[in-house]
């Protein structure tokens, strides 16, 4: 089973700044990697997928990059409505696994 | 407009069980690879089952291999989990997703709660 580390588990930033989450994965992949947002009471919404490419509707402020086992989520000006939780998944091996998420807050 | 909506969740003693449903609007479910994940109370999310587009090819989360059984229905654009002998440890909000060509999960449900307590 891949086992996927997100760091920080905490991130305290101000709207206006950059965001940049890692997600380390235990074992090599390719680039089948995925980023997800959550907001209280809202199921995930995907923003990332194929380790680098932007899903439908997605803003251009996030980008993805990454691969073999380290993977990082750019969050490059933060809107008010981006702090949340974010996942990353793997989707290269089975089972599929999501890191623990890292908590984005205001500053 | 693409949506999904769960249901079927509810309080269950454990060793019980419950069969969800998960029902799609806006687009065909037969051409998509769909999936269960859950999210216990304050806690991450964890992939529980996937099915094929014709239901020949089945795969779960090793904590629910014997008890889970994913299945759909195409004519009826639905989906379903039947969980039997639930723990408490099943407890949680249960998601159901669209698996895009690219296998992420680009379309998900509300979600449906599932508590087994005594």
């Known amino acids: 089973e891949v086992v996927l580390t997100q760091s920080p588990a905490t991130l305290s930033l101000s709207p206006g700044e950059r965001a940049t989450l890692s997600c380390r994965a235990s074992?090599?992949?390719?680039?089948?990697l995925a980023w997800y947002q959550q907001k209280p009471g809202q199921a995930p919404r995907l923003l990332i997928y194929d380790a680098s490419k932007r899903a439908t509707g997605i803003p251009a402020r996030f980008s993805g990059s990454g691969s073999g086992t380290d993977f990082t989520l750019t969050i490059s000006r933060l809107e008010p409505e981006d702090f949340a939780v974010y996942y990353c998944q793997q989707y290269d091996s089975s089972p599929i696994t999501f890191g623990q998420g890292t908590r984005l807050e205001i500053k | 407009e693409v949506q999904l909506v769960e249901s079927g969740g509810g309080l269950v003693q454990p060793g019980g069980s419950l069969r969800l449903s998960c029902a799609a609007s806006?687009?065909?479910?037969?051409?998509?690879?769909m999936s269960w994940v859950r999210q216990a109370p304050g806690k991450g999310l964890e992939w529980v089952a996937n099915?094929?587009?014709?239901?020949?090819?089945?795969y779960y989360v090793d904590s629910v291999k014997g008890r889970f059984s994913i299945s759909r229905d195409n004519a009826k654009n639905s989906m379903h989990l039947q969980m039997n002998g639930l723990r408490a440890e099943d407890t949680g909000l249960y998601y159901c997703?669209?698996?895009?060509?690219?296998?992420?999960?680009?379309?998900w449900g509300q979600g449906t709660m599932v508590t087994v307590s005594s």
């Open positions: 074992q090599r992949l390719d680039y089948y």
């Open positions: 997703a669209r698996v895009s060509e690219a296998d992420a999960f680009d379309i």
């Open positions: 806006g687009f065909t479910l037969s051409s998509s690879w």
């Open positions: 099915i094929n587009q014709d239901g020949s090819e089945k």
